[in-house]
């Protein structure tokens, strides 16, 4: 098809899409930049709302003594706020930028599938609606832990767990909808001359995380299925009593669950490939061994599930294939990080707000990789599960690394969205009251779990009662400088100087993927691939 075929495809589609106006615009929206601007704010919402949860965590652990609120009702916290923050704010922050960027990126008219795309989004506030609306039922809310174990999710949940049960479904069908339109769009919709080994490394990375997508949320289907008739309907999957096993719940569950965490930050490392040879005026160094490298861990990643369950009494033949599985995945990560450097090194570099996110995204996700490293020795792992060194460990892993990398996105990307500069100043307020906040918040956790803290408990002996106080007010810190974010947001979008063609000052060739602002309804093609 011919740059101009695909202009009048898009020509077309503007003026047949472009018709509804108001609220009905949102509703019905077909257009990918709608729908992609739709999941960022709502993801936001849900970052906010996830955060208000943590919040009500922090309060309660300031000091040791139950004293705000319930046993029952803090388990019902910690549970509805890691649900929210993967499914509710990482998920769909990561298919907004598909959203708006994926078409843009390999100079197609839209996503393949823009009819499926709007019912992707809009069955999401209906599955989160189901479940806040848990919280208020008689028995309270899911209590079990977001990774729902049996038999607290089964024998001695509250009746709400069919809620939970059916918003998990919904989520997941969104999920497996959206990765289903990512992968047509990709495969059927580049522009002529752009060949596989030329796509920008977002999209490849958006590309193999839409696989493990539609690889995975099938299983964990099949998981809260089997919670639900345990539940409800008398089966005895995971009921010794009735011939069932405990065990396999974890194995069905991490066999998602830990795909799922790549699927949470592959596409940070192409969203920190884009920005971070923009501010170094310079080609990402290596940009076949990044590919392969995000290929290696998506495979790797189904390898690595029973490393969350060594101390389930697995033989130890498993322990030590899970144990050099998971040290393995640290490869592919790291040759990312070496060539992430590699690309600064000797570089013309300047530190705007999205180039700092992604500075402290390869420092402090490393950190995360460190102490996930720690976490895979199988005898030491013995002595770190379940306290709050695991804690520490996935946060600087899914905060500092997938929800900085999405901050770094949106700064970066705001100028082309909205045809405005956002605030400096503000920006960089907002980075670094949010770099020392979140350390404050989670650095500290390393020692209370290597002290034998336990996580998921309302309560703790005396000696943590220090090191718990500097993490919350951390925690509340990191909480307000969200609210930075949320300003500079609205202050871009109602105006300011405008962006121009190159607002960043990229080296030539790098120019396209971050080129002048592109209003709703219109249609970018990079230049003419050489």
Known sequence: MSTTTHDTI??????HHGAPKGLMRWLLTTNHKDIGSLYLWFSFIMFLTGGAMAMVIRAELFQPGLQLVEPNFF??????????????AVM??????????????IGAPDMALPRMNNWSFWILPFA????LGSL????????FGWTFYAPLSTTYSPDSTALFVFSIHIMGISSIMGAINVIVTIVNLRAPGMTWMKLPLFVWTWLITAFLLIAVMPVLAGAVTMVLTDKFFGTSFFDAAGGGDPVMFQHIFWFFGHPEVYIMILPSFGIISAIVPT???????????MVYATASIAVLSFLVWAH??????????????FMYCTMLIAVPTGVKVFNWVATMWRGSMTFETPMLFAVAFIILFTIGGFSGLMLAITPADFQYHDTYFVVAHFHYVLVTGAIFSIMAAAYYWLPKWTGHMYDETLGKW???????????????MHFLGLAGMPRRIPDYAVQFADVNQIVSIGGFAFGLSQLIFLAVVLKCIKGGKPAGDNPWGAAEGLEWSIASPAPYHSFTTPPEIK
């Open 430 to 444: 907002h980075f670094w009251c949010s770099v020392i906040s979140v350390n404050v918040l989670f650095f500290p």
């Open 128 to 131: 989160f609606a189901m479940l």
């Open 308 to 321: 969350h369950m060594f101390t389930t009494g697995m033989p130890v033949f498993a322990e030590l294939f």
């Open 92 to 105: 769909p922050a990561f298919t907004g930028l598909a959203n708006w960027l994926i078409p843009m990126m």
């Open 136 to 143: 208020f039922m008689e028995g309270g809310g899911p209590n």
């Open 75 to 88: 388990n019902q916290m910690t549970t509805v706020h890691g649900l929210i923050m993967v499914f509710g």
């Open 10 to 15: 898009a020509t077309a589609h503007d003026d």
């Open 279 to 289: 501010f170094s005026r310079k080609k990402l160094f290596g940009y076949s061994s």
